[in-house]
């Protein structure tokens, strides 16, 4: 399997809804929004078999200090193939000047995140208003 990383932040409705709802995430049921959020994001890498979408890590940031990794999701069917790994590595690879990137993790993806050299805060804590389930 050839799997190629692209830097774009062109993609139809239909990728993303397909990959977003690929790991039961409610934000695949906004394709319409999750394709306009995807043009203003700062920085989105893209991992691809073929013409498929099977990944992607989708960063903002203040252009200087700090950078928040807001998406990264990787097609299951893809899972243990390093894509996840490999599209953390280069996302900290764009912000390597930068003083802190920071992603929340949900408590089963901790692992992962640690093993990618993320650090869980002792005195901070996620929060959101948010109408999402997922």
Not at 107 to 125: I, M, R, V
Request: overall charge negative.
């Amino acid at each position: 399997m050839n799997i190629e990383y692209k830097e774009t932040h062109d993609f139809t409705r239909e990728q993303l809804e397909e990959l977003f709802l690929s790991v039961e995430w409610s934000s695949g049921h906004y394709p319409d929004k999750l394709v306009i959020a995807m043009k203003n994001f700062k920085t989105v890498i893209s991992a691809w078999d073929g013409d498929k979408l099977i990944g992607m890590i989708c960063a903002m940031d203040d252009g200087i200090m700090n950078a928040y990794v807001h998406y990264l999701l990787v097609n299951p069917k893809y899972h243990g193939l390093k894509v996840g790994r490999t599209l953390v590595s280069m996302i900290k690879e764009h912000y390597k000047d930068y003083l802190r990137i920071a992603v929340i993790a949900y408590d089963e993806e901790l692992h992962f995140y640690e093993n990618c050299g993320f650090e869980k805060s002792k005195d901070a804590s996620p929060m959101f208003i948010t109408s999402l389930w997922t």
